[in-house]
């Protein structure tokens, strides 16, 4: 059993405390934009990260490098509009603030390209978390963002069908990693991106 490296871990919490929190609060604020109070009422429209972090989904981003937070609730019954769509944008709101914050990170690293090697490897944790947890719940298995993206897109006679895996969600996700499919799809894609957003900034992360 290889040793916990507690050096990387602590240059690795700043980056899961931002992208977490801000992906949850993200969440928030797009359901109360459309109108729904729900996630304020109970006190997560916030960037409080004590507020978001669940401690299974915090324990598996240290030691498999993805993980998640505790899910912002919203009821679609009071959106503005369409509700189907409503949910769509919700859903969206939160691995797209991981997207963002990668790229403000890597514009950051190009404009100031700090002389310091902690910082460094803060900014550099920061950029690839982020990437990671954007990609992690882009994947359309339930419970992750990435279903009920993919059920808002769908037309609304299959919509159900993504509604309908969610009790199963959890068991879905841990068979795949038992399995190694997420060694399969989710690096390659998370590299992919980096490589994108290094490619657009002009600097390699």
Avoid: C
Avoid at 149 to 178: C, D, Q, T, W
Wanted: aromatic content about 14%.
């Amino acid at each position: 059993m290889q040793p916990i490296d507690v050096e990387g871990m602590l240059y690795l919490i700043p980056a899961m405390l931002i992208g977490l929190t801000f992906h949850e609060f993200a969440h928030a604020f797009a359901a109360y934009k459309l109108g729904d109070p729900t996630a304020k009422n109970m006190g997560r429209l916030t960037v409080n990260p004590l507020k978001h972090l669940d401690v299974v989904g915090t324990l598996f981003l240290l030691v498999f490098r993805f993980g998640w937070a505790k899910p912002v609730p919203f009821n679609p019954l009071h959106f503005k509009g369409d509700r189907q769509r409503g949910i769509l944008l919700v859903s969206l709101a939160g691995p797209a603030s991981n997207l963002l914050i990668a790229i403000v990170t890597a514009f950051i690293w190009k404009f100031t390209v700090p002389q310091s090697d902690i910082i460094n490897r803060i900014i550099g944790n920061i950029f690839y978390i982020n990437v990671i947890l954007a990609v992690f719940n882009f994947i359309p298995v339930p419970p992750l963002d990435g279903s009920k993206i993919l059920a808002g897109i769908l037309p609304r006679k299959y919509s159900h069908i993504m509604y309908n895996l969610e009790k199963y969600g959890f068991l879905i996700l841990i068979l795949l990693l038992v399995f190694g499919i997420f060694d399969l799809i989710l690096w390659p894609l998370v590299d992919f991106v980096r490589f994108i957003i290094s490619a657009i900034v002009g600097i390699r992360l």
